[in-house]
């Protein structure tokens, strides 16, 4: 696939277990953040978004915390399933629209049953 | 189906080849993007348009030549390829430049 070759990070968890995914981000003028899911052979999936005036959010089993100060993301999964099992890329924007999304090197998160 | 269509989802192509990359919104986009994905690196930007304008050009080399003829298509001309440029492309719309991007499933390609 076309993460193969990266050596991504990989965070196994049980089935039913929560999952916490990580990505630092090194751009204080960042202001809005995105968490996807790729799963083999698919593109990008957008999970959840957040913008810096806020430090949580919360979507269908999914939530993101913002860190402002450590600029540190993370995206919980509550009760993870087999169809979690994916690559999740955390993205951040300056806000400005000058610039589009630039992404981390993501996660593999593997579920085992 | 996620809105965002690319075809063909495979194609292999020798270095003197000239070929197309299609993609097509159907969610009233205006923003539309070329990203890479390959094996080696994490997703790269290569070009944006905004209302059928071109406004990032990565520093992508010459031999990918992108056209927006309207806030609904965009292709990636291909020619005189590398085996290095074997890669996963990937195109994306947004409502703006602000707002999250939707992904295509990608054409896969290969060169020879």
């Known amino acids: 696939g076309e993460n193969v070759g990266l050596h991504l990070p990989t965070l196994s968890v049980q089935e039913g277990d929560n999952s916490i995914i990580n990505c630092a981000y090194s751009n204080s003028a960042s202001d809005y953040f995105i968490w996807y899911k790729q799963e083999s052979g698919k593109g990008p999936q957008f999970i959840i978004d957040?913008?810096?005036?806020?430090d949580k959010r919360q979507g269908q089993r999914v939530t993101v915390l913002l860190n402002k100060t450590v600029k540190h993301l993370s995206l919980q999964i509550a009760a993870t399933q087999p169809g979690d099992s994916a690559v999740y890329f955390c993205a951040e924007n300056d806000g400005t629209g000058r610039r589009a999304l630039t992404f981390g090197s993501g996660t593999r998160l593997q579920v085992q049953p | 189906e996620t809105g965002v269509t690319q075809t063909p989802r495979h194609l292999v192509m020798g270095m003197t080849n000239k070929k197309s990359l299609k993609c097509e919104q159907h969610l009233g986009h205006n923003a539309m993007y070329w990203y890479k994905q390959s094996a080696k690196k994490p997703l790269e930007l290569m070009f944006v348009y905004n209302f059928k304008e071109q406004t990032e050009n990565n520093s992508v080399p010459s031999r990918f030549s992108p056209e927006c003829p309207n806030s609904s298509h965009l292709f990636l001309h291909l020619h005189t390829l590398q085996p290095e440029d074997s890669a996963l492309y990937l195109c994306?719309?947004?409502?703006?430049?602000?707002?999250?991007?939707?992904f295509g499933n990608g054409t896969r390609l290969t060169v020879t």
């Open positions: 994306a719309s947004s409502r703006n430049s602000n707002s999250p991007l939707h």
């Open positions: 957040i913008r810096s005036n806020m």
